[in-house]
């Protein structure tokens, strides 16, 4: 249970990061959000991207493509986004 919230609390995070930027482009949509998370995070990439779909309903993210790659403890934190 401890890790789904983490996972929640995760995509809550992203999905405000991908918002926030989208607004700055003035994007009508966005078509695909990228995350690159590193091994320390103690997140499983399916539980992950589960959660990103789910708080990204009702937002111009609903229907992005989610793309969840785990990478190696010491690297930092990556999202990269497709806009419409």
Known sequence: MEAA???L???QDILQAALKEAEKHEAKRIKTISVKV??????ESDSLQFCLEATAEGTIAEGARIEVELADANEPHQIALELD
């Open 5 to 7: 919230m983490h996972s």
């Open 38 to 43: 590193g091994s320390e995070d103690f997140v």
């Open 9 to 11: 609390s995760m995509a």
